[in-house]
């Protein structure tokens, strides 16, 4: 079917867009008031290409007058939609990132797709999509001490693999979702990626409502599947059985239970990136670091997904925690999630990461191992300078 | 007919786009740096050797991973017309159609080629055809939206002979 999108999503690749935009040989958009541009991926600049990128980027956000345009340092382009309430429950929402579908949080049908065709939707306003078909999963139950969103969606990635949701949507329900709030919905719209999603649903519910209290919401509303609509599959998970995950190295299907890499070395522990940036992952992290010290021969690194993250981090004495334990904290964007700068990996080092990929080569070199774990996870793992489970840190707080 | 012959490059399932290019070099958007650093993650011995016409014959969930259109366009800078997979990931498949490379799909291509072989596409009628003639595969069919868009030669060039036609009524 051909689809009008209500918002359009870029980020540095924004270039390549406007480059692809030009060849049309139209002036100007079609709506610049859809068009969100974030500069997130290579903040600040981390080489001289970068900075010749970005301000090519801010040329152009003037001359097309784009309103919702976020310079360096506001933090990454998923987190925004949701944060500043500019992706709302119902709509579609397109954008030239695979982890657009974090934005399904908040119960839009967002999708990911490439610069150009980023380029024809500026252009005609217009996207051509195949209705997807839906695979159901339902997470009932209550996770246990020290398990968190991610720890679901790494078991959900190594349950389907790579290629189990290719195409589809992913709709998330059952009981969990009356305890989840909407960054743990995040975390599992954003990892449904690493399954192939086309787009990832949390129907919006009394959570996501209130989330929008007090914003416009003319033109949108929640939705879900019909009642007995025919799903493609049917998935219901017990969370209450998943333990701490760590999944690695190099594939996201290849995880398991802490417990499986207790006492491996790492020597770099990352927190941050659309998938475990916000704030609830910095303060989970905080329960452990405080007090306590990250092991020698480990860096911790943190990169608060938003300034409001930041900020709020700030005023809640969780950076002063990460940083007397002796982390560092990176300036809020993608930071070294994708291998460009702010933490790249040498040769025969292992990261553990809250991020959402570790494939070989991910963090910039093909020799170092990632390791994916939730926030709480990594938090432990610098302070023992080895993979552990969070569970041995949180007891005297849970 | 408009095919491309050349030596196919055979990789295994979900070859990521960090592989196919990795995200240390996504600064840089001119044709022959993506083409020097193509295919790096997985094949070391690609960007050297590959030529006008080559093949990259793929397993399951080709180009998973990130939406990065530098993935097709090293491709394509490198010569390459055509891919053949077992399956792909979604992005990278609409990707390629908007830059103009065939995807096409294939499980029975993947079991009857092997790597550095030399072989045929035709690409209007999608098949593959080895040098000597003795093995031919039909190849799965490409969506009649997509095959517009190839036609043209990608998204740019199809949307703006779309516009120019409705513009002339």
């Known amino acids: 079917m051909e689809a009008a999108p209500d918002l359009v999503l870029s980020h540095e690749n924004t270039y390549l867009v406007n480059r692809s935009f030009k060849q049309l040989g139209i002036e100007r958009p079609w709506a610049p008031d859809r068009l969100v541009v974030v500069l997130d991926h290579r903040t600040p600049a981390n080489t001289l290409q970068t900075a010749m990128v970005h301000t090519e980027i801010r040329r152009m956000v003037r001359e097309f007058d784009i309103k919702n345009f976020f310079d360096v340092g506001e933090g990454i382009c998923h987190d925004l939609l949701v944060e500043k309430k500019l992706a709302k429950p119902g709509q579609l929402v397109v954008g030239a990132d695979s982890h657009t579908t974090t934005a399904g949080a908040v119960g839009a049908f967002a999708t990911g797709v490439g610069a150009t065709e980023l380029a024809g939707v500026w252009a005609t306003g217009k996207i051509w999509l195949k209705v997807p078909e839906t695979i159901q999963i339902d997470l009932n139950g209550h996770l246990s001490p020290g398990c968190f969103a991610k720890d679901i969606a790494l078991h959900l990635c190594s349950a389907l693999g790579p290629s189990g949701a290719d195409y589809k949507c992913v709709e998330f329900g059952g009981s969990y979702m009356f305890d989840v709030s909407v960054a743990g919905r995040m975390v599992l719209c954003n990892m449904a990626t690493e399954m192939g999603a086309k787009a990832a649903l949390v129907p919006a519910d009394s959570t996501s409502m209130v989330w929008y209290s007090g914003v416009d919401m003319s033109g949108c509303g929640p939705v879900r599947s019909d009642p007995g609509a025919r799903m493609s599959a049917h998935h219901e998970i017990d969370i209450s059985k998943i333990p701490p995950m760590v999944s690695g190295p190099h594939r996201v299907e290849e995880g398991s239970s802490v417990e499986r890499l207790e006492g491996k070395p790492v020597q770099q522990a990352f927190i941050g990136t659309c998938t475990n940036g916000r704030l609830e992952d910095l303060v989970a992290a905080s329960w452990i670091l405080r007090g306590r010290k990250v092991a020698p021969g480990c860096r911790l690194l943190v990169a608060p997904a938003t300034?409001?993250?930041?900020?709020?981090?700030?005023?809640?004495?969780?950076?002063?925690?990460?940083?007397a334990a002796g982390g560092t904290v990176l300036p809020p964007g993608c930071g070294p999630c994708l291998g460009a700068h702010e933490g790249v990996l040498a040769p025969g080092e292992t990261c553990i990461s809250s991020s959402n990929r570790n494939f070989r080569g991910r963090m910039g070199c093909e020799d170092a191992e990632v390791y994916l774990a939730s926030p709480a996870t990594v938090a432990a793992s610098a302070v023992n300078g080895e993979v552990t489970d969070p569970r041995r840190y949180l007891h005297e707080e849970l | 007919m408009k095919s491309c012959k050349g030596r196919i490059w055979k990789l295994g399932n979900d070859v990521n786009t960090d592989q196919i290019i990795p995200g240390r070099y996504l600064d840089n958007y001119s044709p022959s740096h993506l083409a020097s650093h193509a295919l790096e993650g997985a094949r070391k011995d690609f960007a050297g050797a590959v030529r006008a016409g080559d093949i990259?014959?793929?397993?399951?969930?080709?180009?998973?991973?990130?939406?990065?259109?530098?993935?097709?366009?090293?491709?394509?800078?490198?010569?390459?017309?055509?891919?053949?997979?077992?399956?792909?990931?979604?992005?990278?498949?609409?990707?390629?159609?908007?830059?103009?490379?065939?995807?096409?799909?294939?499980?029975?291509?993947?079991?009857?080629?092997?790597?550095?072989?030399?072989?045929?596409?035709?690409?209007?009628?999608?098949?593959?055809?080895?040098?000597?003639?003795?093995?031919?595969?039909?190849?799965?069919?490409?969506?009649?939206?997509?095959?517009?868009?190839?036609?043209?030669?990608?998204?740019?060039?199809y949307i703006k002979a779309t516009l120019a036609k409705s513009r002339d009524g």
């Open chain 1, 307 to 323: 300034r409001a993250v930041l900020s709020d981090a700030l005023d809640m004495g969780v950076v002063q925690m990460i940083v």
């Open chain 2, 56 to 157: 990259v014959l793929a397993g399951r969930n080709f180009g998973c991973g990130s939406s990065r259109e530098q993935a097709v366009m090293a491709l394509v800078h490198s010569g390459v017309r055509s891919v053949v997979a077992q399956s792909y990931a979604r992005i990278f498949y609409r990707n390629a159609i908007n830059l103009g490379l065939y995807a096409f799909s294939s499980a029975e291509a993947y079991e009857s080629f092997e790597d550095g072989e030399v072989a045929v596409i035709d690409l209007e009628a999608g098949t593959i055809t080895s040098e000597d003639r003795t093995r031919a595969v039909r190849l799965g069919s490409i969506p009649e939206k997509a095959q517009e868009i190839l036609k043209y030669g990608g998204l740019v060039p």
